[in-house]
């Protein structure tokens, strides 16, 4: 184990990797969804903190005259397209198991094939799965131990990941046609996910990056800060996701969500506005329809007007004449 270390350290060292900060550990962590009463994050202006939450973002990111002109000749712009790294962009499952099974190999250990098992590895929280479901760890430091080198692992396929899911590029493609802007969201560091999406061809398509350097608290918090850096109100954003957990997300901030079955089956997606297990599915006309039903002022209290008949005219003579 001794040697393998080393050997990683020279790859890295090869690689020019030292030279990145220390490998984040958010990878294997079990994220919270945020936002469940439309809170947001807090930033800070030169007269102090501001409280920005789902509300603020939908008033603040109101379109201006111009843009409203622009919109209603192409009304495919205003949206705004929000997709999540993990089995959205990248196959990150086979990432994740790859990283598990080596750490297994090194440990001389064997990782059980059935299902709940495999859910959970994939799933779960990195501590969680460790000392709950393979009991490998009971002590702290062979806990953090096990913790560091499996992320270590993962990144050492990252570095060679260089395809995109299939079909994301032409579908990347057609939204670009449609003049729609996209963000990626992730819990990696940002030259890590920049360096990947150069390695998959796909850093033109991206307007915008939500990564660890956000310093974002929930799954929500991340699509709140891509719908702001897209300049587009949170309800007229569409999120792509692969979990159940992105899409109570995306609903917690008032955006639709797309999810890819495949990660996740879909009976567990139930809840997204649109499930597709595949990219070539989808269409531009797909999105128009999932706001079709949506006014300018959807969520919103409204007041129902009852029509009433105007009272009857008694006919006198003067009505006559």
Partial sequence: RARNGR?????????????????????????????????????????????IDVDYLNEKLQECFLQRIRHAMKPDEAFGLIFSWDNVIA?????????????????GKDI??????????????????LRKVLYWAKEDDQMERLKARLIELYYESLFKLD?????????????????IPCAVASSLDRRCMVEALDRMALSKYFKAIVTD????????????????????????????????????????CTMMAVS?????????????????????????????RMF???????????????ERSPPKRKLTVDTIF
Wanted: with cysteine.
């Fill in 91 to 107: 196959d990150t499952d086979s990432l994740k198991l790859d990283a598990w099974r080596q750490l297994a190999l090194e440990e």
């Fill in 213 to 252: 350097e956000d310093d974002m608290e929930s799954i929500a918090h991340r699509f709140l800060s891509a719908a702001v850096k897209l300049d587009r109100k949170p309800s007229k954003c569409i999120v792509f996701e692969d979990d159940p957990r992105g899409v109570t997300a995306a609903h917690n």
């Fill in 7 to 51: 050997q990683m350290r020279m790859r890295r060292m090869a690689s020019g990797f030292d030279a990145f900060p220390p490998l984040p550990g958010k990878v294997f962590v079990e994220e919270t969804i945020g936002a469940e009463y439309g809170e947001g994050f807090e930033t800070f202006r030169m007269d102090g903190p501001l409280n």
């Fill in 260 to 288: 890819l079955i495949g990660a996740h089956p879909a009976y567990e997606l139930e809840q997204a506005d649109l499930a597709v297990a595949r990219y070539s599915e989808l269409s531009v006309i797909n999105l128009r």
């Fill in 112 to 129: 059980p094939t059935a299902a709940h098992i495999q859910k959970s590895i994939l799933h779960g929280a990195a501590d969680h799965v």
């Fill in 163 to 179: 395809t995109p899911v299939e079909g994301l590029r032409e579908w990347l493609d057609a939204v670009r046609t449609a003049g």
């Fill in 292 to 306: 079709a039903h949506k006014g300018l002022s959807f969520m919103d209290m409204q007041k129902q007007i009852i």
